[in-house]
């Protein structure tokens, strides 16, 4: 295998192996199996493909200066991914097959992990109907997979200001929709709105709510937050909101690591134009400074376009870690 690790970005390279597993509708779960990486057969009718009867999960393994292989609060994902299956109907994956699939997948595609500072193989989890149905209904069987890729940054150049879009045009979930759940049917919708974004120069949008058009939501595939004095603040989860692993423990690492008061409440867009430093977390977005939002035709810098004190020192905290460079107290890394 010859890859270059240090030109990583976020793009697919196939790996060596995946995971599967299956279950029949009323069924349970089976532990599942590794096999190569390969395309997968679907009847037309497959639930997934017509009525978009599936979900997808994302997380990283690091590998540390000292060669271990880490996992960061890969239960998260297993209890978010749960919480999405019953909103789709479909049946939970356990934990226990959730976390041995990720711990099997990464141990056997063990060579494609990026060394520390290069970045990180990817882990993505889907599961969705693979069985046949015509009526609008569960599908008589379910695939849950997990395959992997290295991956370098979500946005080009890493740690370096974004230059944001508050879209007037699109939402990108509805007060008792399904936006707290990474159904794979919340993302094609977003294809559009950053499309439009990127071809003005910005690197995503920023969603407002559904109901009011007013208060912030989330930043294409990544959570909101910003800064106020020594106040963080971000979008509290209403249901449309994605409870994201990152955004959990930046708030868990600005309380207790930083002593900053942390609020999960409305933030409007007038109130988010004021703040100190603004910033969006995911698992691919890792920390992204913002360094500017466009808002009715208007650019609005922050932290003068460099990256804020308080968010490059969270960005530090974080991936520290993550990467295994520092004590996590937290006990949120785990060894594979
Ligand atoms: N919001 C959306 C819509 C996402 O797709 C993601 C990515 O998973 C996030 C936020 C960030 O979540 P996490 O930190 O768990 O990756
Ligand atoms: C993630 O951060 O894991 C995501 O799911 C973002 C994206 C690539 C959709």
Redesign the pocket.
């Known amino acids: 295998m010859s890859l270059d690790f240090g030109e990583l970005t976020f793009s697919l390279t196939q790996t060596r192996s995946m995971y599967r597993a299956r279950c029949e509708l009323g069924g349970e779960w089976q532990p599942g199996e590794l096999q190569p990486f390969q395309n997968l057969e679907l009847s037309p009718a497959a639930c997934v493909l017509n009525y978009g009867q599936g979900l997808f999960?994302?997380?990283k393994a690091y590998r540390a200066n000292d060669g271990r292989i880490l996992l960061f609060r890969p239960a998260?994902?297993a209890a978010?991914l749960r919480n999405g299956c019953r909103r789709l109907s479909m049946p939970p994956v356990p934990e226990d097959i959730f976390l041995s699939a990720v711990h099997d997948v990464v141990s056997e595609n063990a060579d494609f992990i990026p060394p520390n500072n290069d970045g990180a193989l990817y882990i993505r989890p889907l599961v969705f109907g693979s069985g046949a149905i015509l009526g609008v209904a569960p599908a008589p069987e379910f695939t849950f997979l997990v395959f992997t890729s290295p991956v370098g940054p979500y946005f080009k150049g890493g740690l370096t200001p974004i230059r944001l879009l508050v879209t007037q045009d699109f939402h990108?979930?509805a007060p008792k929709g399904t936006?707290g759940v990474?159904a794979i049917g919340?993302?094609a919708p977003?294809m559009l709105a950053s499309g439009h974004a990127k071809l003005k120069g910005y690197a995503e949008v920023v969603y407002l709510d559904a109901a009011e058009d007013r208060y912030i939501e989330?930043?294409?595939?990544?959570?909101f937050f910003a800064l106020f004095g020594d106040t963080l603040v971000t979008p509290a989860l209403n249901g449309s909101?994605?409870?994201?692993?990152?955004?959990?423990?930046v708030l868990q690492l600005a309380a207790e690591r930083f002593g900053l008061q942390v609020k999960e409440r409305d933030v409007s867009i007038n109130e988010a134009l004021g703040a100190d430093e603004l910033f969006?977390?995911?698992?691919?977005?890792v920390i992204s400074p913002i360094g500017c939002i466009s808002h009715e035709g208007e650019d609005h810098q922050f932290s003068g376009g460099e990256v804020g004190p308080r968010t490059r020192a969270l960005y530090e905290a974080l991936t520290a870690i993550q990467h295994g460079d520092a004590i996590d107290e937290f006990g949120w890394v785990v060894d594979v």
């Not at 989330?218 to 959570?223: L, Q, S």
């Not at 909101?241 to 423990?249: A, F, Q």
């Open positions: 999960e994302g997380l998260m994902n978010r990108r979930a936006g990474k919340n993302y977003g989330e930043v294409g595939a990544a959570n909101i994605l409870p994201g692993v990152t955004r959990d423990s969006c977390s995911g698992t691919a977005a």
